[in-house]
């Protein structure tokens, strides 16, 4: 029987580079096919995390699931902050491209 080699967070496995924490959990929920697991994911990460507590990583994917599952995360407590969310990081990119000295990135 073939002996099963365990995956390690070092490089140059390729554990080391996959998601740790809930970031795995809000990667599922923005990309997965399957709208019911995804909206799960987004769910459970909602149910388990602060939204104020955690960084401009996690602020872009919940901007995008915000905008991939819309009226159907307002049963959740956290729906008003999220929209929210997702209108300053709208207006902040679009302040960006304004600005006379920067170039936009379309």
Same mark, same amino acid.
């Given at each position: 029987?073939?002996? $099963?080699?365990? %995956? /390690?967070?070092?490089? *140059? =496995?390729?554990?080391?580079?996959?998601?740790?924490?809930?970031?795995?959990? !809000? !990667?599922?929920? @923005? &990309?997965?096919? =399957?709208?019911?697991?995804?909206?799960?994911?987004?769910?459970?990460?909602? /149910?388990?995390?602060? $939204?104020? &507590?955690? /960084?401009?990583?996690?602020?872009? !994917?919940?901007?995008? %699931?915000? =905008?991939?599952?819309?009226?159907? &995360? @307002?049963?959740? /407590?956290?729906? *008003?902050? &999220?929209?929210?969310?997702?209108? %300053?990081?709208?207006?902040?990119?679009?302040?960006?491209?304004?600005? *006379?000295?920067?170039?936009?990135?379309?």
């Amino acid at each position: 029987m073939a002996r $099963i080699r365990r %995956i /390690s967070r070092r490089f *140059p =496995d390729y554990g080391w580079s996959w998601p740790t924490g809930g970031l795995d959990q !809000l !990667l599922k929920a @923005a &990309l997965l096919a =399957d709208e019911d697991a995804a909206a799960g994911c987004a769910m459970q990460w909602l /149910s388990a995390n602060d $939204i104020d &507590l955690v /960084s401009f990583r996690e602020h872009r !994917l919940l901007a995008a %699931i915000c =905008d991939r599952f819309g009226r159907k &995360l @307002a049963g959740h /407590s956290a729906y *008003p902050r &999220l929209v929210g969310l997702q209108k %300053i990081l709208w207006t902040k990119s679009r302040w960006r491209c304004a600005r *006379p000295n920067r170039r936009c990135r379309r």
